[in-house]
Structures are given as structure tokens and as C-alpha cells.
């Protein structure tokens, strides 16, 4: 097949916000600091090298030592943690959920569209250091959206009640897991691979934050990956300025509904509170909502003052967690960040919180859309190319494929277009008759148009239906197919787990490979990966 991507705006799948965003419609410029094109780094190079504190890059090296306390780290990964303390290094990062075993691919595909766009700009800029960043979102809560991933069309799911944190959480259950995932798996040496990885991932750390960085890093650390953890004590006293402003001044729900209203027309993604920050502690994880002069933690019997919340905040930062809306600002305050990476969903709520940013003095990062890419093996390509489909085709919506290819295949034009341009033309003329004779005839006239053209649409839908049941063979492969590359008629890197590919890889090293270079996250395309 002739190409090997198709363009995110072509691809079908992207809100009508990012495809405007990506084709740098002016009325979306005021909500982006710059678009990310590689000249475009070195602006921002220089602003966040003028605001970024010298003492916050050695609070921050010493964060990640102690974080990676109990790891074995690669050489690459701990130069990153050491060229941090440097003014000249910066980061580029993507944060993602701790789902279960990565969850669904697109996780792969944010890690390496960072440690890709690093090395781009190490080659472009070589004067300085770009240090790949993934930010685990060890404070959500929603235990729901994480605890499970598909594997061969099952769901494999860690059934346990969660409350507060899930990066807190205990790993108790898992072995039952990773019972049902050893048994699906079967056995070969791809097999064994993906066994004791998610073994050693899960069974032998205490919590999901252990256990997801001990898997990101095993499968990344060769690429120089620092995997953060923003639940931090430290990090958070970096922080605490921008809560207090927070919690006495509610300055990012005043900002962002300033600049929701230049996002009418499209579908906000999430609302601000009038306080952005959460309480957390290793059960709870709960709004904290001012009323009545007090700061009372949301479906708790907790509250505050504000001097007693003011002095908590300074003594127990660790307690305090932003929420979406606020989390972007605390990964710049205490990351040398140039640039965020992320999917259409995460863009979009990016896009409401430029004003906030300002309001704060905080450099906003250049926002980058994730790659994204359609993995496919030999064998599909081949079924694909005899049944004379190509990549648009294959992701257009299903329905609209089928009609097409029934009017393609058909042995006569199944488009009564010419027949219904013919009859108005027909009607125009009836029109201009009666409009000159009786004018009372014009309703029955139009009556009539109506009556025609819709016996017309009635007979073309009949004809295609008849068509499709003389070629439904043809048309069942080619459903067949789209299907297996779109699992639900969804995005296959919404749903499929990377190990859903270990039959057809030789190795997973080389899988890995493979998307590294095929992944070129300054480029908008979708990728088609054939392995």
C-alpha cells in the first residue's frame, strides 16, 4: 500500500477543537503560548530559561534520587537525574493514569512521542539537554477507569474496593490477575517475557505507584525515561505559594471562566471549581469547598479555618492535591518543562488554563499532540490490498464504508443524483409556471417535489440494500477486517494492550522498535505500523 499514515485531520478521530488547533486557526492563538514546530523551541528555550529557579532543579534531582531509591536504574536514566541540576537541561513530558499492565497502547505511544521529540531537539539544539519525562498520575482516584486492561478480547480486571490515591493503594489482589493473564497468555518465549514482567511489576511491589514505575522503567530505561511522582512532600513545598494564592484568592476559577467563553463553540472538557485542590490522605481523596468562612473537606466532618488550613498547607503540603485544572501548573512550577505532550482530551482542557498561567507568572508549555498509530501485521495488509481497500478507507465509519464499497463493486451506479438534479430542474420549471398562472398551486407543486424526490431516495436505498445482499461475502470480509483493526469500531490504541502483539513480534525489543521509529512526534500523522 502506498502510504503508511494518514493525517490526524483525515483520520476521522480528533474533536473539531484539536483539528482546529492543528491547522492553527487564529481564533484559537490566544490560547497557546506557541505551536510546536522545532524553530519554535528555542522561544521557548529562552522564556522558561529565565523564570525557572536554579534551587527548584536541585530540590527536583533529589526528589527522583529519593524516588528511585528502591530501583535498579539505567546509566541513561541516572545522567538525566543529574543534567537536571543544570540550566541548560530541560524537559519534555506526557503524563498518563496508572492503568494495569500500561492499560491500552496509546500509553506507549505518549512515552515515546517524548523520548523522541528529546532527541530531535538534542540533534537541533545540541548546546542543550532534553531529559524525557513521564508524570505518573499517582493522585487520581477514579480506581474504575485503571483497574483492568484487554488482552485477546478479555477484560482482565483487579477487582478490590479503592478509596483516596490510587498510587497508595496496596497490591494486594493481584495475584489473581496475574493468574488469569499467565493462563491466556500460553507459552513461548514472548510469553515467559510478558509473564514475569507483570509478575515482578505486581507481586513484588507494595503499591501502584511502585509497581507502575518498576514496569515503565523496564521497559523504557535504555531510553534515558525519568519517571516522576508528583505526591511528593518536597516537590509539593515548591507548591505551596500557588495553593495558598488557591485557596484565598480562587485565581484559576476566575481565569479559566474568563477564557471559556472563547471556547463556545466547542466542547469544553472539564469546568473549574471554585476551588481546584483536593485533601488527601492515604483513604481520602476529597474537594475542599469554602463555606460559611470555613474550608470544610467535602463528605467529611474536617474543617478549617483559614489560618489552620493556611498553617496545615505549610506543615503537611503532601495533604493537599490539584485537581485537572491545576495540576498542569504544578508540573511547571517545579519541572524546567518546554513542552507537553499529550492526547486531543488533555489538549483540550490545556487550552482553557493559558490565563491561569499568566495570572501565576508561569510559563506556558507548548502543547503537542500525541502520536498516535494503527498497528497492523503482514497478513491484514495483504487482505486489505485484496479487497482493493486502502488506509482511508479502512477508517472511515463502517456504514459509510460498506455503502461506498457496495456502490463500487456494484455492476451499475447505485446514485440517483443525476435523476434528482433532473427532476428539480423539472420542478423549477413548474415552479415558474404556476408562479405565473395561479400562485395557489405553488404548495401543491412543491408537495409534489417533495413526494418525487423522496420516492427516489426510497428506491436508491432499496437498490443499494439489494446490492449488498448480492455482495455480502465481499462485504463481511471487509468488516471482518476493519474490525479486527478497530476492536468495537474504536480506535485499536483505545483498547488493545501492547501485549496483544506478542505472537506476531519476534521480540518485544524489536517491537519496540519498530514504533520508535515510525513515531516522529512533530509530524501530524497517524501512523500505520505493519509488523
Known amino acids: 500500500m502506498p502510504n503508511d499514515y494518514i493525517t490526524y485531520q483525515n483520520s476521522g478521530y480528533f474533536s473539531k477543537l484539536i483539528v ?15 505551536f510546536p514546530t522545532v524553530e519554535n523551541f528555542k522561544l521557548q528555550i529562552e522564556e522558561k530559561s529565565k523564570n525557572f529557579p536554579i534551587e527548584n532543579r536541585e530540590i527536583l534531582a533529589k526528589a527522583l534520587t529519593n524516588q528511585y531509591q528502591k530501583f535498579e536504574i539505567s546509566e541513561a536514566t541516572s545522567n538525566n537525574i543529574e543534567l537536571l541540576k543544570k540550566s541548560n537541561t530541560y524537559t519534555i513530558t506526557t503524563g498518563h493514569q496508572l492503568n494495569l499492565f500500561t492499560g491500552p497502547l496509546y500509553f506507549l505511544y505518549k512515552i515515546i512521542s517524548v523520548i523522541n521529540l528529546t532527541k530531535e531537539l538534542k540533534n537541533t539544539y545540541p548546546e542543550n539537554n532534553f531529559v524525557p519525562i513521564y508524570w505518573m498520575a499517582t493522585e487520581d482516584h477514579d480506581f474504575d477507569e485503571i483497574n ?11 477487582k478490590r474496593e479503592s478509596n483516596g490515591p490510587v498510587g497508595r493503594l ?39 505507584a511502585d509497581a507502575t514505575r518498576y514496569l515503565a522503567n523496564e521497559l523504557f530505561k535504555k531510553e534515558g ?12 513545598k515548591l507548591f505551596i505559594p500557588f495553593a495558598k494564592n488557591e485557596l484565598l484568592h480562587q485565581t484559576s476559577f476566575k481565569k479559566v471562566n474568563e477564557t471559556l467563553p472563547l471556547l463556545k463553540e466547542y466542547n469544553v472538557q472539564v469546568n473549574p471549581r471554585e476551588i481546584n485542590l483536593f485533601y488527601i490522605q492515604d483513604n481520602l481523596r ?39 485544572i491545576l495540576r498542569p501548573l504544578y508540573q511547571e512550577v517545579i519541572l524546567p518543562n518546554l513542552c507537553y505532550i499529550g492526547g ?85 420549471a413548474l415552479n415558474e409556471i404556476a408562479n405565473k398562472t395561479d400562485k395557489s398551486f405553488l404548495g401543491a407543486v412543491k408537495a409534489q417535489e417533495v413526494k418525487q424526490l423522496k420516492g427516489l431516495d ?33 480506535l485499536q490504541e483505545r483498547k488493545s494492550n501492547f501485549a496483544d502483539f506478542y505472537d506476531e513480534a519476534n521480540e518485544f525489543e524489536a517491537f519496540f522498535s519498530l514504533l520508535n521509529s515510525h513515531l516522529q512526534p512533530l509530524k501530524q500523522n497517524f501512523n500505520i505500523v505493519i509488523i
Open 20 to 34: 482546529d488547533y492543528l491547522d492553527q486557526k487564529s481564533e484559537l492563538k490566544s490560547l497557546y503560548n506557541r
Open 148 to 158: 483492568f486492561f484487554n488482552f485477546k478480547g478479555k477484560k482482565i480486571q483487579w
Open 170 to 208: 496496596n497490591t494486594s489482589g493481584l495475584e489473581l490477575v496475574f493468574e488469569q493473564f499467565s493462563t491466556e497468555l500460553g507459552l513461548g518465549n514472548n510469553a515467559n517475557y510478558l509473564r514475569e514482567l507483570f509478575k515482578k511489576s505486581y507481586l513484588e511491589h507494595d503499591n501502584l
Open 225 to 236: 525515561l525519568v519517571i516522576l511522582d508528583g505526591d511528593d512532600s518536597e516537590l509539593k
Open 286 to 324: 476529597e474537594r475542599i469547598v469554602f463555606e460559611n468562612g470555613n474550608y470544610k473537606i467535602n463528605n467529611t466532618l474536617l474543617s478549617f479555618s483559614e489560618s489552620e488550613i493556611l498553617t496545615e498547607l505549610e506543615k503537611n503540603p503532601e495533604n493537599f492535591s490539584p485537581n485537572v
Open 344 to 428: 486531543g482530551g488533555e489538549l483540550a482542557y490545556w487550552l482553557e488554563l493559558k490565563s491561569n498561567f499568566e495570572a501565576n507568572t508561569i510559563t506556558f508549555p507548548i502543547l503537542l499532540l500525541r502520536n498516535s498509530a494503527l498497528i497492523a501485521t503482514k497478513k491484514q495488509v495483504e487482505k486489505i490490498e485484496r479487497l482493493n481497500l486502502n488506509w482511508a478507507d479502512v477508517f472511515q465509519n463502517q456504514q459509510i464504508l460498506i455503502n461506498e464499497k457496495t456502490k463500487t463493486i456494484s455492476e451499475f451506479t447505485i446514485d440517483f443524483s443525476e435523476q434528482k438534479e433532473f427532476l428539480k430542474n423539472q420542478f423549477k
Open 458 to 490: 426510497t428506491l436508491e436505498k432499496k437498490l443499494l440494500k439489494a446490492e449488498k445482499r448480492i455482495h455480502t461475502e465481499k462485504l463481511e470480509r471487509i468488516v471482518k477486517i476493519q474490525n479486527e483493526l478497530f476492536p468495537n469500531q474504536t
